[in-house]
């Protein structure tokens, strides 16, 4: 049977388009009905010129305002009352969708979601996740990244059986490994919050493995990894531009000569499968944990690849009722 | 005039070998005396071995001991009182050297040239500052990466004031820039640290520019950032670990096919070119800021070129007078 999913067609930097075309490619892959959320005036055009009269579970759901990537996040949710946002999380709240993509403004969705959906039972704050590669190709899987900052214990002690649930369910890591983001490895490393968080992780029932680094998240040490939002946001921004670092450096150094010109060609199968494993788009976004419902944020700059993948998460995060198992978890059933 | 610099020989993961190599080619393209500091038995038969016969400023001071990696910082700089690294930072201490460098146990470098040399008056902590590379080929200096956590207010207003001066005097950067890491650039963004340090950076005679994001780090919008030392510490290893998974991906992608293999021998010049820009050796090592006298503490992995240009930013940082410019700074004068 398929699964309805929601998706905010104004999010990204590019929408439509991208939003579109990625809802068509869900919809001709998996076992999904997509629902495309904006004004109809500009969907419509774009949804039939792909679609060139092809017959797809795809389909619009008017809203008539949308939330930018420069609106303030707070303020929007308050006065855009019809944004595509609000309507699509609306959509799931009331059961006529299993769950919600955006690739739209990540503080906007947060704040949508937490005062539509509101929180699980037993969970006090939403965490945000997001999956990073690692050498042995296993994701890994980082929160808070920035729902929440200046976190208790008791917060990260939340995301940590929320995370180790979801990795479980919908990554399908067995006993997933849960690290806590710290200095050092010994448990006298940290600061105030991990040194105190630290006991309680190990009084939890899941597979805690101690204090980790910020290069375990990529080594394959760690399957889960706890933090506050602060320290999160820091470490995956801080990351992000050392990539394009990365990425701006290694072109200009092909194009420096005329043989690395030539290399750089016959290299080009290569960069594309380098480029794949490290892409965003494979991992179709970042769940937000802890809500009453399903909701999948993409980066701004999805292209339809990582709108198809997030739909495909949403999916997969409804299908797993992860949610049921969090609260269950979360109230000692 | 040469400058004399006092070299921990027995700090890196491959010592005394690099330390010595490193040692050479500093006295041979600097005008530096160098001090190298180990057990006269290990180090004395390899810098003769390098030496051959060669009249080169490079002497070595006898010390029975030295701290490993693994020992715990605070311990071993209790109970080894005869380590190279005590005898080294004793040496500038005593004004015998103007400058100290390591690349061993960052943890026992801090721990005991906080000790033997104090604190600056007027600085209350002192900060491990760290080079990031940027697109522009410009330095990004990041502070602190390890030194302290749960900093306060003050702590980060002395680590900008710090951090300003030596961008000015040792990298040469005029009037720079210096950003706040935070998680977003409007002055609400951040957790109740960088909200409470926001208005007091803004009041000091410095460049402030507001909150930078972990992407500013490299490309080029922040001179000098700072934070606390969790914060830096932890997206400091999160981004080795991400240049240390792009490599072997790169690596790894590049074996992957036969044409690839052709591409990647033609592209390594070109590959040479980027690993250098990106290369931790070029930079030589990190300034302890905030400590009366100068340390500069290296990677554990630091090669002879690494070691060299320890030296080399040992000796500027002294030549430059950063500590009497940042007393005076801190004191009103």
Redesign the interface.
């Known amino acids: 049977m398929p699964i309805d999913i929601v998706v905010d067609a104004m999010g990204s930097d590019k929408a439509p388009e991208p939003e579109v075309r990625g809802a068509i490619l869900a919809a001709r892959q998996f076992d999904v009905r997509v629902h495309l959320v904006g004004p109809e005036d500009i969907v419509r055009p774009v949804l039939r010129s792909h679609l060139k009269g092809q017959k797809l579970p795809v389909f619009i759901v008017p809203a008539t305002e949308w939330i930018t990537m420069t609106d303030k996040a707070a303020s929007a949710v308050r006065s855009k009352r019809d944004s595509s946002m609000r309507v699509g999380v609306k959509m799931v709240r009331e059961g006529r969708a299993a769950g919600f993509f955006t690739a739209g403004n990540t503080g906007a969705a947060m704040a949508t979601a937490k005062m539509v959906f509101g929180m699980l039972a037993g969970v006090d704050r939403p965490a945000l996740a997001t999956i990073l590669?690692?050498?042995s190709g296993s994701p890994s899987f980082l929160m808070d990244v920035?729902a929440n900052?200046?976190s208790e214990p008791e917060n990260l002690c939340q995301f940590a059986v929320m995370g180790s649930i979801y990795a479980r369910d919908v990554l399908g890591i067995a006993n997933p490994r849960v690290g806590l983001?710290?200095?050092g490895e010994e448990d006298s490393k940290?600061?105030?919050l991990?040194r105190d968080t630290l006991p309680l992780l190990r009084n939890l029932p899941i597979n805690f493995i101690g204090n980790v680094?910020?290069?375990?998240?990529?080594?394959n040490n760690t399957d889960v990894t706890v933090?506050?939002?602060?320290?999160g946001?820091?470490?995956?921004?801080?990351?992000?531009?050392?990539?394009?670092?990365?990425r701006?450096?290694?072109r200009?150094?092909?194009k420096?000569?005329v043989?690395?010109q030539?290399?750089?060609?016959?290299?080009?199968?290569?960069?594309g499968?380098?480029k794949k494993?490290?892409d965003y788009s494979e991992y179709g976004g970042a769940p937000l944990l802890g809500v009453r419902g399903v909701c999948i944020v993409g980066h701004g700059s999805s292209n339809d690849r990582a709108i198809m993948n997030g739909i495909r998460v949403a999916a997969e995060f409804a299908q797993a009722k992860v949610n049921s198992e969090i609260e269950a978890a979360m109230n000692g059933h």
């Open positions: 590669p690692t050498i920035g900052v200046d983001l710290s200095i940290g600061n105030a991990t680094e910020g290069r375990d998240l990529f080594n933090c506050d939002g602060f320290v946001n820091v470490a995956l921004k801080s990351v992000e531009g050392a990539a394009h670092l990365f701006s450096l290694l200009e150094s092909l420096s000569t043989t690395s030539v290399g750089a060609l016959l290299s080009r199968q290569a960069f499968d380098f494993r490290l």
